[in-house]
Nanobody, 128 residues
């Protein structure tokens, strides 16, 4: 049974940093790309980042490029999202998701239907 569990969310001041974790189980983690999405109240869920299984590409939304960094530790079955210089508009529930492909899709990494499985989300609130 595939499980993705996000953690690390919380309240942070604008300009601060936060690291989210996505712990995975129930599948061969090392051969799946993992995506991060977020959903703010009243808005659509949007793609934030995607990290491939090994040497494939990594993608970021323009809104987070240069501030967020996605990494993975295949030995720990965990993906991390390091969020620096956060802004109030980063406030959202953050989700990680499993793509059945090995690499992030250059066209579609940020589409919800690309991903087969989702975590329950973790809330990030940035105060101004």
């Amino acid at each position: 049974q595939v499980q993705l569990v996000e953690s690390g969310g919380g309240l942070v001041h604008a300009g601060g940093s936060l690291t989210l974790s996505c712990a995975a189980s129930g599948f061969r983690f090392e051969i799946n790309a993992i995506g991060w999405f977020r959903q703010a109240p009243g808005k659509e869920r949007e793609g934030v980042s995607c990290i491939s299984s090994t040497d494939g590409p990594t993608f970021y939304a323009d809104s987070v490029k240069g501030r967020f960094t996605v990494t993975r530790d295949n030995a720990k079955n965990t993906v991390y999202l390091q969020m620096n210089n956060v802004k109030p508009e980063d406030t959202a529930v953050y989700y990680c998701a499993r793509d059945e492909w090995v690499s992030c899709r250059s066209s579609g990494w940020n589409f919800r239907w690309t991903y087969a499985d989702w975590g329950q989300g973790t809330q990030v609130t940035v105060s101004s």
